[in-house]
């Protein structure tokens, strides 16, 4: 098991940035792939990025491709979401999940959930 905790969400000005962190305990943190999702006011909770174990695969959803970018420390035991350029519609909590081994968009998939962290896009 794994357990997760998400930092650095927070109100910012559209065009700006925000780096998210998400922060693993418990079992090998290399045994997993990583995604981050997130779920705005009213709507579904949808994929944003995720990574596979070494991060050589990194798919993201195509409303937040060459805007984000998602990385991953395995010494560390920690994920990232880089946020550049947020729009208001970026405007969700953000969440990270892990699952052993294959990397997947399908949310279902994930495992373990950390307790997700707002973000807020201002116009």
């Known amino acids: 098991q794994v357990q997760l905790v998400e930092s650095g969400g927070g109100l910012v000005q559209a065009g700006g940035s925000l780096r998210l962190s998400c922060a693993a305990s418990?079992?090998?943190?290399?045994?997993?792939?990583m995604g981050w999702f997130r779920r705005a006011p009213g709507k579904e909770r949808e994929f944003v990025a995720a990574?596979?174990?070494?991060?050589?695969?990194?798919p993201y959803a195509d409303s937040v491709k060459g805007r984000f970018t998602i990385s991953r420390d395995n010494y560390k035991r920690t994920v990232y979401l880089q946020m550049n350029s947020l729009k208001p519609d970026d405007t969700a909590v953000y969440y990270c999940?892990?699952?052993?081994?294959?990397?997947?968009?399908?949310?279902?998939?994930?495992?373990?959930w950390g307790q997700g962290t707002q973000v807020t896009v201002s116009s």
């Open positions: 418990g079992d090998t943190f290399s045994n997993y792939a």
């Open positions: 990574t596979s174990q070494s991060g050589d695969d990194t």
């Open positions: 999940a892990a699952k052993l081994l294959l990397t997947t968009t399908r949310d279902i998939r994930y495992n373990y």
